[in-house]
């Protein structure tokens, strides 16, 4: 008897290992149920080696990146020949992106059961989704061990060379020389290369060398997604987001389509709404300071507050040129002073800062950052630097829904007003590097916030004093011009 109970707590177990096994198995699970993503399918299905996915977010294109790159890590893939002891690479355009979006789904497809190893940049193994990982083993079915790898195009080209890869997978697009060097790294071994990506950068090098295969690859392949071909996202959802974005930021965002930028970057911005004259800002709105680095350059430097519904304030700024640090620490100090901004124990406050600002010289032997840290400004250096996807972030907060934008700049913020006004598109379809200094401290700063929530219907007393405040604001500013 004590056999047969000690069998039958065995089989239970065991049963209940495999029912816990099937519940995490999301990629036993992909694409199979009632509702199917066909243009997902026809990538997974297409047989040649150089296939994109040109896609709107939201489209379902990271997915299906995610899933090919562990099917094929495993040696499991559905339409595929498949390898032993596969080797591939995952590049993102930065490491937090890299962290956010392709490590978080690649995890979400990989049971843990079937990793081997994992080896971090930064955090911990036993919590992987909040570090930064550099490679992850994986158990193939055929018996050995496949290697993912982790790459950010923000390291430069060198860092791409020697391997001999099996796949290589690009979220987002990367620069060409980038590209270039993958292209060279699965040669050898007649590897794969695949990319998800929003073209929001123009007509790219990618435009040509895929979308219009100028060269006439036969190896090329691509498939277009928009929301519409997602059979998860509602017709309402759809609906709410093509309303609140502009026709050219729909070809991109919605259809994933090519477009060429030319004009204005920030063709949204209207002086007459988006700029109000100051109020005073309560303390608990206060959101950060986000510092565009400069000496014989100007020095760009504003302060952010959140309202309690999302809506973001730039209520002061710091802009100078031709000034060394102990000009500019005094004049953000003492900015801080008189807004009575928030300090640490030690009467520190801290600030969003470009990256760059962490590097030394040959000339100098401190950084800037420390040089700011010596005098009571703390710099936070996890900035995400991506040109393309700030500015899509900031028209964002720009657009008008339902009449009112999410973005507010005080009156007395002239030289970002004027940056506004002066940032255009240049000939290579990127803006033109020139003052352009409270633009990038801004796309920093709200690249660390939340996409604009959707509105939501407010408490009928709530929402009447906040809208009568707003006229307020507006007929105040309109009357202080005339």
Known sequence: MTNENELSLKLRAVERELKRRRAADNLARYNTGRKKHKKQLAFHRCKKRNRWVFGGNRSGKTEC???????????????????????????????????????????????????????????RRDNPAAGIVDQIAVKNVFGGISVIGFKSCDQGRERFQGSSLDFVWFDEEPPRDIYEECLMRVLDRRGDI??????????????????????????????????????????????????????????????????????????????R?????????????????????GLKNPLSAHWYAADWDGNI??????????????????????MCDKLGWKRDGRGRVEALIDSAAGQRTLAAEKSVAELFAERGILADMRVEKDVFSGI???????????????????????????????????????PVKRDDHAMDELRYFLMSRPRPAERVQLPAPIAKDKERRIRALLRSRRAGRR
Not at 80 to 108: E, Y
Not at 274 to 292: L, M, N, R
Request: one cysteine or more; hydrophobic letters at 40%; a negative charge.
């Open 65 to 123: 990146g995610a899933a090919e790159a562990v099917w094929m890590a495993r040696g499991n893939h559905p339409y595929r020949k498949n390898r032993r002891d596969v080797f591939g690479w995952v590049v993102s355009p930065t490491l937090q992106v890299q962290r956010d979006v392709a490590q978080k789904k690649i995890l979400h497809y990989l049971r843990p059961d079937w990793i081997a190893d994992i080896v971090m940049v930064s955090g």
């Open 194 to 271: 695949f990319g998800t990506m929003t073209p929001l950068k123009g007509l790219t090098f990618v435009y040509e060398e895929i979308y219009l295969n100028r060269s006439g690859n036969p190896e090329v392949w691509y498939e277009f997604m928009e929301w519409a071909d997602n059979p998860y996202l509602s017709k309402k959802e759809i609906a709410l987001l093509s309303a609140t974005m502009d026709a050219a930021t729909l070809e991109s965002r919605r259809f994933g389509r090519f477009a060429a930028r030319e004009g204005l970057v920030y063709a949204e911005f209207d002086e």
């Open 273 to 293: 709404v988006h700029v109000i004259e100051p109020f005073s800002v309560p303390p608990s709105w206060q959101a950060g300071i986000a510092i565009d680095p």
């Open 313 to 334: 304030y730039v209520i002061a700024e710091h802009y100078a040129a031709g000034k060394d640090i102990d000009f500019h620490a005094r004049a953000i100090l003492a």
């Open 392 to 430: 899509e972030r900031v028209k964002s907060y720009l657009s008008r829904d339902n009449g009112l934008p999410d973005l507010y700049i005080f009156s007395g913020c002239v030289n970002m007003i004027r940056e506004f006004k002066s940032y255009f598109w240049g000939n290579s379809d990127a």
